[in-house]
């Protein structure tokens, strides 16, 4: 199985929660990832593509193959950061 996620990589567990409070106000996910992503992807919205298990760090995979497509996780904390994860489809 491969899952197409999009992710927001922020520095600290207080810029995680404040996206992710900005998201269930009805923010756009792509543009948030736009404005505060550290990560290259952020220029494209977050988007990663499609990955399989075994490309990304196992904290990140773990959340990212859990979630179901639309739904977006908490902070997930990883060597790079915090991330913001959401799914967008499975194949």
Do not use: W
Request: net charge positive; glycine share 12%.
């Amino acid at each position: 199985m491969k899952v197409r996620a999009s992710h927001i990589l922020v520095n600290s567990m207080e810029k995680a929660n404040s996206i992710i409070a900005d998201l269930g106000k009805g923010g756009d996910f792509a543009a948030l990832a736009r404005r505060y992503s550290s990560c290259p992807s952020g220029k494209q919205g977050g988007d990663l593509g499609f990955f399989s298990k075994g490309q990304m760090v196992k904290e990140f995979e773990d959340v990212a193959f859990s979630l179901e497509p639309g739904k977006v996780s908490g902070p997930v904390k990883t060597q790079f950061g915090y991330h913001i994860i959401k799914v967008t489809e499975r194949k």
